[in-house]
């Protein structure tokens, strides 16, 4: 009964090398999100869909790419991976967009850079 | 400044303590006040939520929040080892603002039998 689904769990890439990472959902919900955890640090928001509205967070880099195809799955794309962007990945839903609009989080995908 | 500060931990304790969890922010556009837990290799998942000063219980769970400190807690009353789990703070605003969640870095809690 998963929810928010996240592939793969774990993803090595070389420096460089593009990477997509993807998330899908089976709660019909309006909003994904995707956020960069790195290690011991707070999970940070790099960007958002409502619908196939795409709100960016200001000073997500342009390294960083989203696509949202249809309402269940959305994909994370990372254009020139460096050894900076080693982190969990977090994909998100909700609702809406309204604090009471809980969100729901897959497992992550834990992403290594050679 | 970081706009949340959270202690890292990490946090030993037996089973049956009571424990305290906390977090400051500096933002006072803050309104709503979350506590997400996170098991080892898996999301976050909500645990509580508030919006006011005070305290909000939920079963051995308790939220308190102080906004003329900015500072918020939780509270976990008979821990067990199945609380064993990062806690994250999160905060977010009020009004038509969206839902972007500010997260603490998490504080690691093991609760040993």
């Known amino acids: 009964d998963a929810m928010v689904i996240q592939n793969p769990r774990y993803q090595v890439t070389q420096f460089g090398k593009p990477v997509t990472l993807s998330c899908s959902q089976t709660?019909?919900?309006?909003?994904m999100y995707w956020y960069q955890q790195k290690s011991s640090q707070a999970p940070k928001l790099l960007f958002h869909?409502?619908?196939?509205?795409?709100?960016n967070e200001a000073d997500t880099p342009d390294n960083f790419q989203s696509r949202r195809p249809n309402t269940s799955f959305c994909f994370l794309d990372i254009r020139s991976p460096g050894l900076g962007d080693a982190a969990m990945y977090l994909c998100?839903?909700?609702?809406?967009?309204?604090?009471?609009?809980?969100?729901?989080f897959g497992p992550g995908t834990r992403l290594t850079v050679l | 400044q970081k706009e949340v500060e959270q202690d890292p931990g990490p946090l030993s304790v037996p089973e049956g303590a009571i424990v305290s969890l906390n977090c400051t922010y500096s933002?006072?556009?803050?309104?709503?006040f979350m506590w997400y837990r996170q098991y080892s290799r898996k999301g976050p998942e909500l645990l509580m939520y508030?919006?006011?000063?005070g305290n909000k219980e939920d079963g051995r769970f308790t939220a308190q929040v102080d906004k003329s400190s900015k500072y918020i807690s939780l509270f976990i009353r008979d821990s067990q080892p199945s609380d064993s789990a990062t806690y994250l703070c999160?905060?977010?605003?009020?009004?038509?603002?969206?839902?972007?969640?500010?997260f603490g870095q998490g504080t690691i809690l093991t609760v040993h039998p």
């Open positions: 998100a839903t909700s609702r809406g967009l309204t604090f009471t609009d809980t969100q729901y």
């Open positions: 709660l019909n919900h309006n909003v």
């Open positions: 869909y409502y619908d196939k509205d795409f709100n």
């Open positions: 933002n006072s556009a803050f309104q709503y």
């Open positions: 508030t919006y006011s000063s």
């Open positions: 999160a905060f977010t605003y009020g009004g038509t603002s969206y839902g972007k969640l500010t």
